[in-house]
Structure formats: C-alpha cells, structure tokens
C-alpha cells in the first residue's frame, strides 16, 4: 500500500530530523593522550623528566570529535599534554601558556567566560582589552557549554609516572596561519619543592612538518 501526499510529507518531516537528532545526540569524548614525547611537537626536560606536548586540531578531519564549529567562530583548538616521568609530583597549577605566531602575535588561551561569549557571537574580539567586560554570558548553548566543559585542560599537578591533558583554545581570528612558523612556550611549572622548571618551547613547525599517518 502506498504513501497518501499526507503520509510522505510526514515521512520527509522525519527523515530531515534524523541527522539532527544524531548530531544533538553526539556527545564529546576526550583523545586518550599518549605519552607527552609522542607527539611530533614536544619539548621534553630530560633533567627533571617532565615533557609537554601539543596537537593542534587545526583540520576538518580532526576537530570531528567535537559537535560545536570552533572553527567557524575563529578559535583553535590545541589539545595540550604533559607527562611527569619522574619520581616527584609537579605542579601546573599557575602554569602560563604563550602561542607566538610568525607575525609576533602573543596568544594566550580564552578563559571560558570568553569562550562562551566567542561561541555566541563569532564576531566578538575575545583578546585582552583594557575595558571592563559584563560578566553575563550569553548565546552559548547548554551543549556547546558542556563540551567546552569537558574538553578543557583543567589539571592542576601532574602525579609520577602519569600524564595529565586537555584542550586549550585560542582566539586566531583575523589571523593567517598562524601555525606556521609559531612557538608555544610554556611557563609556571614547579616542582614538589615549589621550584620553577625552565621554560618549555614547543616549536609548531614540528607538528605542521610530521609525517602523515597512512
């Protein structure tokens, strides 16, 4: 027996619901991280056995982990790592991240406040500003909230013989390649006594340079 015109508009109704019902329905699940050196762009303190590594998702392919465009409000994600092989705890608690492209911008990862409202509006400005900013957030959606949620970096000490990760994420709008070329350097780690680590410098080219898996 066939469709009544009732009966297929009904059926279209439904079918063009679908995908967004699985879309609505993905819900983000975090890379497992591998060790800190195994990743193309790391920098490794042999002394103190502390390495960090970041991965850009700076393509299609990658950021389909994620349900929410990034991409298309200007931001970037960069899924950080660090691995403590050593015997002490360390601490990353005030640890200070710095993305510095080849034009001598200094990029530094968007609180979450300001994610949500970069989220809300693509074309907001998210970079310091020398003016006060209402704290109301608004726009984001609770599932785009959640996400952000549970991407982030949000680790505050490394145990031994562990590695902690997440994602931070930068403003790049306006900005033409900004990987190329850049560092990422990595300040504020301590160890169990309180002792800043030197510096971390994680050059990008690295990761822009690797070989692609087969």
Same mark, same amino acid.
């Given at each position: 027996?066939?469709?009544?015109?009732?009966?297929?508009?009904?059926?279209?109704?439904?079918?063009?619901?679908?995908?967004?019902?699985?879309?609505?329905?993905?819900?983000?699940?975090?890379?497992?991280?591998?060790?800190?050196?195994?990743?193309?762009?790391? @920098?490794?303190?042999? @002394?103190?056995?502390?390495?960090?590594?970041?991965?850009?998702?700076?393509?299609?392919?990658?950021?389909?982990?994620?349900?929410?465009?990034?991409?298309?409000?200007?931001?970037?994600?960069?899924?950080?790592?660090?691995?403590?092989?050593?015997?002490?705890?360390?601490?990353?608690?005030?640890?200070?991240?710095?993305?510095?492209?080849?034009?001598?911008?200094?990029?530094?990862?968007? @609180?979450?406040?300001?994610?949500?409202?970069?989220?809300?509006?693509?074309?907001?400005?998210?970079?310091?500003?020398?003016?006060?900013? +209402?704290?109301?957030?608004?726009?984001?959606?609770?599932?785009?909230?959640?996400?952000?949620?549970?991407?982030?970096?949000?680790?505050?000490?490394?145990?031994?013989?562990?590695?902690?990760?997440?994602?931070?994420?930068?403003?790049?709008?306006?900005?033409?390649?900004?990987?190329?070329?850049?560092?990422?350097?990595?300040?504020?780690?301590?160890?169990?006594?309180?002792?800043?680590?030197?510096?971390?410098?994680?050059?990008?080219?690295?990761?822009?340079?690797?070989?692609?898996? +087969?």
């Amino acid at each position: 027996m066939g469709l009544g015109k009732s009966g297929v508009v009904l059926w279209l109704c439904v079918a063009g619901l679908v995908p967004a019902a699985l879309a609505a329905g993905k819900n983000f699940v975090k890379p497992t991280a591998k060790s800190a050196i195994n990743y193309p762009a790391h @920098d490794f303190h042999r @002394d103190e056995q502390v390495a960090i590594a970041a991965d850009p998702y700076d393509n299609p392919e990658k950021a389909k982990i994620f349900s929410t465009n990034f991409a298309g409000s200007g931001l970037l994600p960069i899924f950080f790592v660090v691995t403590n092989d050593g015997d002490q705890p360390v601490s990353i608690a005030n640890m200070r991240i710095t993305l510095l492209t080849a034009n001598h911008s200094k990029l530094t990862p968007i @609180d979450t406040d300001d994610l949500y409202r970069r989220l809300s509006n693509p074309r907001m400005n998210t970079r310091p500003s020398p003016l006060p900013l +209402p704290s109301k957030v608004k726009g984001a959606g609770k599932k785009e909230m959640d996400e952000v949620a549970a991407s982030q970096f949000a680790a505050r000490a490394v145990e031994p013989h562990t590695t902690q990760s997440g994602f931070m994420f930068f403003d790049v709008g306006g900005i033409g390649s900004p990987l190329q070329g850049a560092n990422i350097d990595v300040t504020g780690v301590t160890d169990a006594k309180g002792n800043e680590l030197m510096y971390f410098e994680i050059p990008v080219d690295k990761y822009l340079n690797a070989p692609v898996n +087969p």
